[in-house]
């Protein structure tokens, strides 16, 4: 779940969909950049929806299910919808809408949401794992309906605390791959990571530890130009 200060910052930036993805997906690339090379390489998924179970060739996960898209459509539907999963393994994605909703983000709670070029299976998956009352990163099925699903009960090591060269790196990643607020999506991490920092105008400067103080330099329109300073493990 976002931290409180996390969801202040929302509250100067506004509710769009836009910011909202911004808050949350630094925590969850983060995450989930470190679940993909735990899991490294499979040849072969498949999951027992009755038992909640995720298989990678021989390897067992412990899934909730999170929604699904199709090739015959254009829209994303939540696996509250789908009679076939028990309860039990939509209880995250229940908790998750409860707390949306109590946070006035009802639009992105719906059980069908229309998928557009920013709002696809992989970034509401983001999104939700943001919000999760646990710590869990997310596994896509693909086929010609592709199903999403919670990975829970992973080793702690995935969900630590970054330093200042994953920061970096993290965020150049997430500014070139995505379209979000940059300065928002920075301190949203920050705010994540409990790393104190400072907001000057157009240069945020975090403070790691004593030996990694780092500069975040934005241009006029909010975008990232670049990060400097010392970078420590």
């Not at 690339?29 to 298989?55: A, M, P, V």
């Not at 990571?193 to 400072?198: A, G, S, T, V």
């Not at 000057?200 to 006029?220: H, P």
Request: with cysteine; proline share 2%.
């Amino acid at each position: 779940m976002l931290k409180k200060e996390t969801l202040d910052l929302l509250n100067t930036e506004g509710l769009n969909y836009k910011n909202i993805f911004s808050i949350c997906i630094g925590k969850s690339y983060l995450f989930q950049s470190r679940f993909i090379d735990y899991i490294g390489k499979y040849s072969h998924w498949d999951t027992n929806i009755k038992e909640g179970i995720l298989k990678l060739d021989e390897r067992s996960f412990n899934v909730e299910y999170i929604g699904t898209t199709s090739t015959s459509d254009n829209y994303w539907y939540s696996s509250e919808l789908e009679s076939l999963i028990p309860d039990e393994y939509v209880n995250l994605m229940i908790k998750i809408r409860k707390t949306m909703q109590s946070l006035n983000l009802e639009q992105l709670t719906e059980g069908k949401i229309p998928l557009t070029n920013d709002i696809n299976g992989y970034n509401l998956s983001m999104i939700y794992i943001a919000f999760a009352p646990e710590n869990v990163a997310y596994f896509c099925g693909s086929g010609d309906t592709s199903i999403y699903m919670f990975v829970k009960q992973l080793p702690e090591n995935i969900f630590k605390k970054m330093n200042s060269v994953e920061f970096s790196s993290k965020v150049m990643e997430i500014t070139s791959t995505f379209n979000v607020n940059h300065k928002l999506m920075v301190k949203a991490l920050l705010c994540e990571n409990e790393i104190d920092y400072n907001d000057d105008n157009n240069n945020i400067v975090a403070k790691f530890n004593e030996n990694s103080v780092l500069t975040i330099e934005f241009d006029n329109n909010g975008l990232l130009k670049k990060v400097s300073g010392n970078l420590s493990l």
